[in-house]
């Protein structure tokens, strides 16, 4: 309990006013031996008792009255009065309590004197002073990961006194405590916790229809064991040279991975996934999965009319620009993610009219397969998701009048030729959108790919 404090400001200042008296063989105010203890408190602990010793009485020549000044030292180190003890007898048992201190935080030093008075004015200050020392026992933990394949595993814990004890994890002994001290003698109990982390093991699920012209590539993976925060992605050689960077990313909630494509891109490349878990001390990675994939090519395929698809066998048609010597030799048609039976043909042809998505994979006179970017056409449902189609009015339009174009939501709507070539480039909200048709009369192909990379197109005649 906290010693009652009496007239704490008069004390303060009594004594600040008075100097303690030099003559000491007439009289003089006792003496406290000087010595410095350390008070270690135990968590369990809410206070300390401060006892002082080796007290001797002032000789004023009558009966004093005693007081004590409780002091410690500013963030400066100048010293500061904290407390002024009333206690009439000579020798003092002080029950010391943080709580009743809240500012000062420990480990603190505390200086302990004693003054003495017989008429409550003149004030002596005794020879010497205690010095206490509180601070806490210290109870510190620490952490480490480590892959369940690498147990057992060895460790060292350094004391304060520079000894070193080794210490070994394994499947069963997962927990290590050392009992140690602190720099002023307190007892230091250090836990040691081992956090035993599965192998990764995961499974790419697809590199994604990537387009040659999108400038994003998705990955979508599922985690079958452990918990893995990152994934490290190296490419080889071809896909260095073509812009591809190797990186590491972090995995979200999401089970996707997106990196970005360089702006030229066509031929087959090499990718590298392995996932591993950060908080691993000495690396816990999953099994490297390996994978080529080649980006879709854009601007061979071709609709014409509401039915046909053909492959414009055209090296100018590469988009973006690739070699010249680029031509195919035989295709194979999908539809809905399915190869077509029979459908080898450079057009394909679909009664009643499209309806699904469709690419085509090429193969060039090296032998070399290429896919296209794939095409929407008209409502089709996937996974319980309905696309809507892409609508025009009037069909057929005269040269130059007002047409409206709808779409499925945000996306770049395109006008095209039959030849290939690019007549109108706009970007649409979703909201419908008017525009004039053009101005020579024809065919043109009107292509809409959404930001979600839906792709649809519808045919145009102008008159």
Same mark, same amino acid.
């Given at each position: 309990?906290?010693?009652?404090?009496?007239?704490?400001?008069?004390?303060? @200042?009594?004594?600040?006013?008075?100097?303690?008296?030099?003559?000491?063989?007439?009289?003089?105010?006792?003496?406290?031996?000087?010595?410095?203890?350390?008070?270690?408190m135990?968590?369990?602990?809410?206070?300390?008792?401060?006892?002082?010793?080796?007290?001797?009485?002032?000789?004023?020549?009558?009966?004093?009255?005693?007081?004590?000044?409780?002091?410690?030292?500013?963030?400066?180190?100048?010293?500061?009065?904290?407390?002024?003890?009333?206690?009439?007898?000579?020798?003092?048992?002080?029950?010391?309590?943080?709580?009743?201190?809240?500012?000062?935080?420990?480990?603190?030093?505390?200086?302990?004197?004693?003054?003495a008075?017989?008429?409550?004015?003149?004030?002596?200050?005794?020879?010497?002073?205690?010095?206490?020392?509180?601070?806490?026992?210290?109870?510190? *933990?620490?952490?480490?990961?480590?892959?369940?394949?690498?147990?057992?595993?060895?460790?060292?814990?350094?004391?304060h006194?520079?000894?070193?004890?080794?210490?070994?994890? #394994?499947?069963?002994?997962?927990? #290590?405590?050392?009992?140690?001290?602190?720099?002023?003698?307190?007892?230091?109990?250090?836990?040691?916790?081992?956090?035993?982390?599965?192998?990764?093991?995961?499974?790419?699920?697809? @590199?994604?229809?990537?387009?040659?012209?999108?400038?994003?590539?998705?990955?979508?993976?599922?985690?079958?064991?452990?918990?893995?925060?990152?994934?490290?992605?190296?490419?080889?050689?071809?896909?260095?040279?073509?812009?591809?960077?190797?990186?590491?990313?972090?995995?979200?909630?999401?089970?996707?991975?997106?990196?970005?494509?360089?702006?030229?891109? #066509?031929?087959?490349y090499?990718?590298?996934? *392995?996932?591993?878990?950060?908080?691993?001390?000495?690396?816990?990675?999953?099994?490297v999965y390996?994978?080529?994939?080649?980006?879709?090519?854009?601007?061979? @395929?071709?609709?014409?009319?509401?039915?046909?698809?053909?492959?414009?066998?055209?090296?100018?048609?590469?988009?973006?620009?690739?070699?010249?010597?680029?031509?195919?030799?035989?295709?194979?048609?999908?539809?809905?993610?399915?190869?077509?039976?029979?459908?080898?043909?450079?057009?394909?042809?679909?009664?009643?009219?499209?309806?699904?998505?469709?690419?085509?994979?090429?193969t060039?006179?090296? /032998?070399?397969?290429?896919?296209?970017?794939?095409?929407?056409?008209?409502?089709?449902?996937?996974?319980?998701?309905?696309?809507?189609?892409?609508?025009?009015s009037p069909?057929?339009?005269?040269?130059?009048?007002?047409?409206?174009?709808?779409?499925?939501?945000?996306?770049?709507?395109?006008?095209?030729?039959?030849a290939?070539?690019?007549?109108?480039?706009?970007?649409?909200?979703?909201?419908?959108?008017?525009? *004039?048709?053009?101005?020579?009369?024809?065919?043109?192909?009107?292509?809409?790919? /959404?930001?979600?990379?839906?792709?649809?197109?519808?045919?145009?005649?102008?008159?």
């Open positions: 309990m906290r010693h009652n404090i009496f007239a704490l400001s008069s004390i303060i @200042l009594l004594f600040a006013l008075v100097a303690p008296v030099s003559d000491t063989s007439a009289q003089d105010a006792g003496t406290v031996g000087n010595y410095n203890e350390i008070l270690c135990d968590k369990t602990e809410t206070s300390k008792e401060m006892v002082l010793e080796s007290l001797f009485p002032a000789n004023l020549g009558a009966t004093p009255e005693y007081a004590f000044l409780l002091m410690t030292a500013d963030d400066n180190g100048n010293m500061y009065v904290v407390d002024t003890i009333k206690n009439d007898n000579e020798n003092l048992t002080f029950l010391y309590s943080p709580s009743d201190y809240p500012d000062i935080k420990l480990p603190a030093t505390f200086h302990i004197r004693r003054i008075t017989i008429d409550s004015q003149n004030w002596y200050e005794s020879n010497g002073e205690a010095v206490f020392v509180v601070a806490r026992n210290e109870y510190t *933990s620490e952490q480490q990961s480590h892959c369940i394949n690498d147990l057992p595993i060895t460790g060292t814990y350094t004391y006194d520079g000894r070193i004890e080794t210490y070994v994890f #394994r499947p069963d002994t997962l927990e #290590r405590v050392f009992y140690d001290v602190t720099e002023l003698g307190c007892p230091h109990e250090h836990t040691i916790r081992c956090v035993p982390l599965d192998v990764p093991q995961a499974e790419v699920d697809s @590199l994604g229809n990537v387009c040659q012209t999108d400038n994003k590539m998705q990955i979508t993976y599922h985690i079958i064991k452990g918990a893995p925060t990152n994934c490290r992605i190296t490419f080889d050689e071809a896909a260095h040279e073509a812009g591809f960077t190797d990186t590491d990313v972090e995995l979200g909630d999401d089970n996707t991975i997106t990196i970005d494509m360089p702006s030229i891109i #066509r031929m087959e090499g990718i590298s996934l *392995s996932f591993y878990d950060i908080n691993s001390t000495n690396g816990c990675e999953s099994d390996s994978q080529h994939f080649y980006p879709n090519l854009g601007g061979f @395929l071709q609709e014409k009319w509401d039915d046909v698809l053909l492959v414009d066998n055209n090296d100018k048609n590469c988009n973006p620009d690739c070699d010249s010597d680029l031509k195919f030799a035989s295709y194979q048609w999908y539809k809905n993610g399915k190869a077509l039976e029979g459908e080898t043909g450079q057009v394909y042809y679909e009664e009643g009219g499209l309806n699904g998505r469709y690419y085509v994979v090429m060039d006179t090296a /032998g070399n397969k290429y896919r296209s970017c794939e095409v929407v056409r008209r409502p089709i449902i996937d996974n319980n998701t309905a696309i809507a189609p892409l609508r025009i069909v057929p339009a005269e040269s130059q009048e007002n047409i409206i174009v709808n779409t499925a939501g945000k996306g770049k709507i395109t006008v095209t030729d039959m290939g070539r690019t007549i109108l480039a706009v970007d649409t909200d979703g909201s419908q959108l008017q525009m *004039s048709a053009p101005k020579q009369t024809g065919v043109y192909i009107v292509s809409f790919v /959404g930001t979600d990379r839906t792709r649809q197109a519808q045919r145009l005649i102008v008159r």
